[in-house]
């Protein structure tokens, strides 16, 4: 298995541009997570999804912020309009949910840098 | 509320040496821990987990402690090396399947040789 695959690996982009981060899951696994990640916050949930479907997106800063699962192998984290704030590396981890282990495979990150 | 810190942000062991990460944990309804270890440039990345019907879990070369009464955990690495150097995290999941982890700020382990 490839693991969790998400692109770009990384972004720079001025500030007001649209930013989309893309994430593809293990196969087979259930649940899908973005987590954004910071020297000042360490690691913040932003949303995540069971069966495709969004069940707490709390974390989410603003309404700049929208995700989306279409399907079970891909997902998307959309930053209109971006601000240099938005500036940190973002994960997208994914999970089989079922049993009691349940341990997350992240991906490598996507480094995004806002000016 | 729900919270899991790190005793210490920063940790440094010389080669050889057995290194102890200690983490605390507030929710006494968190039934499922996680260490995770992240490498600069690279996602955090599953090292063991422990459930709260557990006190000890062994894996290779690391060891996870669960104390309930106090709510600590902590995560010991034999004979530790270089290649050990990184940000380890714990994490915890309350009673409630689905529910997503929560992780700490990090501790930073830095190894000498």
């Known amino acids: 298995d490839a693991g969790v695959i998400q692109s770009p690996r990384h972004e720079v982009t001025e500030m007001g541009q649209e930013v989309t981060l893309r994430c593809k899951p293990i196969?087979?696994?259930?649940?899908l997570f973005w987590y954004r990640q910071t020297m000042m916050r360490g690691l913040e949930l932003l949303i995540y999804f069971n069966n495709n479907v969004p069940i707490d997106d709390s974390g989410m800063p603003e309404d700049r912020f929208s995700a989306k699962m279409p399907n079970a192998s891909f997902s998307t984290l959309k930053i209109q309009p971006s601000e240099p704030r938005d500036s940190a590396v973002y994960f997208c981890a994914s999970s089989l949910i079922g049993g009691r282990s349940y341990g997350y495979t992240f991906g490598s990150g996507t480094r995004l840098t806002v000016v | 509320g729900e919270s899991v810190g790190l005793h210490l942000p920063t940790l440094s062991v010389q080669e050889g040496d057995n290194s102890i990460i200690n983490c605390a944990y507030s929710n006494s309804a968190s039934d499922y821990f996680i260490w995770y270890k992240q490498e600069s440039g690279k996602g955090p990345q599953f090292i063991i987990d422990?459930?709260?019907?557990?006190d000890k879990r062994q894996g290779q070369r690391v060891t996870v402690l669960l104390n309930k009464t106090v709510k600590h955990l902590s995560l010991q690495i034999a004979a530790t090396q270089p290649g050990d150097s990184a940000v380890y995290f714990c994490a915890e999941n309350g009673s409630q399947a689905g529910t997503a982890l929560i992780f700490g700020k990090g501790t930073t382990l830095s190894v000498s040789s």
């Open positions: 422990i459930r709260s019907n557990m």
């Open positions: 196969s087979g696994h259930n649940s």
